[in-house]
């Protein structure tokens, strides 16, 4: 705290990674010694940067950029950009630190790190969101590359984004460098279920979690919160796992469709009018729009908080566990915060935290830079394939890491930050203090 005043989001991203530690650092003397928990809390750089920009009606605004490239031992910095009002230094920190760990969960080459800005997309014409990418990566090119930083997409930043920011790289570099970005357009070095990818993953890592108490999907209630890229992949893997998903929000509100969400229509309005919630309900009788409370509140088998930081808290928390929720696995990054872990810590259910349950987006990056830098695309069936045991594997790890350090399989807080963290502190042991 003393280091990093005022970074609250960074300070708990911290404390929750070292408190569950406890017993690896006891198991490993060693990383004391060659002061891992020392460096690895430390980024290796940090960049700031202006933006400015020109909106359609000729007015000036000055964001913020950032990137953080936070560890680079297992690879080429990789992470997201998100650009979101709530953006800050300590935002991009915590996504970054988080990100070393997920990352290290997938068995990809990859660094972590995260980035974005304070710039808010909403309710901006295409013009503008194009002018600010061409700003933001006026700004950040001469700090990426295939082989440096590989940004991505987040809250915020989709295919769209991630065009313009590709062009404006292409454009000031010179060469088409198609490993220097994930998230890319099909037909120009992107790769199949990239976009699907996070919300795949997150219902493959519950069903894992399900089948350890010999269940499944099938027939369960599922509350799902946000409605952009994990919720609607989310919503679409749970439909055909025959799970019933009945929830999902944005910052407007929150609807509840007790016949299960009709998914082609919320693809439409999300996706192809860039709509709001509150649309949805209107062509649905089904369905209701609520803005007191929150998805929370509605009974349900599982819940998936696929929006943002904090979605969670612990009254959230407690009325989940209260209304018998079996399985919470975190879509969003740190949905959930310290108050809500614990209580369903001190429950029988099983949570899953984003680091794990969340890492199948950035898996499918992985995969799509193996594509670009082999200049092939591989099939649908493949890459699906290959998320589902990436996403199994990461599981895997998880209960073998929680066994090993805490007696029991279940607990993937000290499961998954255990085995990402022994990962990336062995690597690091080998390349020596730098
Ligand atoms: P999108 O921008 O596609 O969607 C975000 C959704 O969450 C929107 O419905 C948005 O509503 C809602 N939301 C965002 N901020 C808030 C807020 N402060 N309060 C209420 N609702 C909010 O982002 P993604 O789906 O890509 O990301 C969602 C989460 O998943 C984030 O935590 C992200 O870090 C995490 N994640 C994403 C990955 C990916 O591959 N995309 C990979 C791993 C994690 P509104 O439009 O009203 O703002």
Redesign the pocket.
Known sequence: AVRNPGEKEFHEAVTGVLDSLAPVLEQHPEYRDFAILERIVEPERMIHFRVPWVDDGGVYHVNRGYRVQFNSTLGPIKG?L?F?P?VSASIVKF?GFEQIFKNALTAQQIGGGKGGSDFDP?GRSDNEIMRFCQSFMTGLYRHVGSKVDIP???????GREIGYLFGQYKRLVGSFEAGMITGKGLGWGGSLIRTE??GYGLVAFTREMLQTRGEDFEGQTVSV???????IYSIEKLLALGAKPVTF????GWVYDAEGVDLELLKEI?DVRRG?VADYVKERPSADLHTDGAVWDVPVDVALP????Y?IDGDHARTLVKNGVKAVAE?????TDAEGIEVFEAADLLYGP?KAA??G??AVSALEMQQNSARQSWTREDIADRLDSIMQDIHRQCVEASEKYTGRPDDYVVGSNAAGFVRVAEAMLDQGVV
């Open positions: 997201g998100r979101h709530t996504l909403h991505a997409g987040d809250i915020g930043v989709g990818a996070t919160s946000g409605s952009g890229n994990v919720a929000s944005d910052s407007s999300k709001r696929c929006a943002t930081q979605e879509g969003a990054n740190m949905p984003g969340n890492a987006g950035v």
